[in-house]
């Protein structure tokens, strides 16, 4: 085997070793399932004739895609989901079990993981594309991405869930979805605002996998 191969077996062995997750990813995964699973039980206020709750879980959700990579987004809320159906009452109002499924907020629960897994992709792209650039322009390219990750998964599925659990046709489960549009543009703020203090504060750990992408051939 000539030195070159001996090298690229080395870069692949290294890319491997990286791309498993350490005691550091699985508390960092662990963190925020239990971020997630708490926001669920914060100033839940029902609004409407459904009960659809206005809480801070959206927040948390946006938080965890923008502070790590997708992988670790989309374990920490299928954390966050088995440990609800299984029984533990972390959904919003203290409900638990899959019977959830069945109610007009399962659309929103659903959404959860893929919004969370979506903004955590287009985070990294962002992050990898602004490296070099100061300025606000990756706090609007987050605060982008969180939006429309949130409108696309969250409100998306949160419509559709209503037009099949509650009966609703299009129209009256669109405006049903339209009270909570002003709380997430803020939540998406300070979501945005909160990560970008994280990737300052601990570079090595939330953006290592982008400067790793960024480093290989």
């Known amino acids: 085997m000539t030195q070159t191969d001996h090298s690229a077996t080395a870069k692949t062995g290294l890319s491997r070793r990286r791309s498993r997750w350490n ?113 606000k322009l990756r706090a609007v390219l987050l605060f982008a991405a969180a939006m429309v990750s949130s409108i696309v998964f969250i409100h998306g599925l949160g419509i559709l869930g209503m037009m099949v659990n509650a009966k609703l046709d299009f129209s009256k489960a669109f405006l049903a979805d339209l009270v909570f549009y002003p709380g997430d543009i803020i939540k998406n703020v300070l979501a945005v605002s909160i990560a970008l203090a994280l990737h300052k504060a601990f570079p090595d750990l939330l953006l290592r996998r982008v400067r790793t992408a960024d480093a290989r051939p």
């Open 23 to 135: 005691a550091t990813d699985l508390g960092l995964i662990a963190v925020f399932a239990a971020l997630v699973a708490g926001s669920a039980l914060i100033a839940a206020i029902p609004v409407g004739g459904l009960g659809v709750p206005i809480t801070l879980q959206t927040l948390a959700v946006m938080l965890t895609g923008l502070a790590l990579d997708p992988g670790r987004a989309f374990a920490a809320l299928g954390l966050y989901l088995l440990l609800g159906f299984a029984g533990l009452p972390i959904f919003s109002g203290g409900r638990s079990g899959l019977g959830v499924l069945a109610g007009p907020s399962a659309g929103y629960i659903i959404g959860f993981l893929l919004a969370a897994t979506a903004v955590g992709w287009l985070t990294a792209v962002v992050l990898a594309r602004t490296a070099t650039r100061t300025g």
